[in-house]
């Protein structure tokens, strides 16, 4: 199980989430299309008593090949800019860079 660290640091830049948030350059090197970030599904994630619990198959997140299970503790979490979970994965798909959930899910 692969756990999630909060913004390591990185000298790389950032790309936008949307249009009205961009990472930080700690959870995102790269841009829109070579980038480890990326939203993904409210399905693949599940809220437990200690953090979060995602599992991602391919097609949930343009890095993923292989199903993969994160465990993120809640105090982690990054809030998202938007109402929607993003997970940043670094330096392969079997780790976990960022994690962000909308605010009201914190």
């Known amino acids: ?34 980038g480890e970030c990326d939203r993904i599904p409210a399905t693949t994630v599940t809220p437990r008593p200690d953090g979060y619990v995602i599992i991602l198959r391919p097609g949930d997140h343009r890095k993923v090949t292989h199903q993969n299970r994160y465990f993120v503790p809640y105090d982690v979490v990054i809030p998202s800019g938007d109402d929607n979970f993003h997970i940043c994965l670094h330096p392969t798909e079997e780790d976990g860079n960022c994690f962000f959930a909308p605010v009201d899910m914190m």
């Open 1 to 34: 199980m692969a756990s999630v660290a909060a913004l390591e640091s990185g000298s790389a830049l950032a790309h936008s989430a949307d249009r009205t948030w961009t990472y930080p350059p700690a959870c995102c090197h790269g841009d829109a299309v070579t």
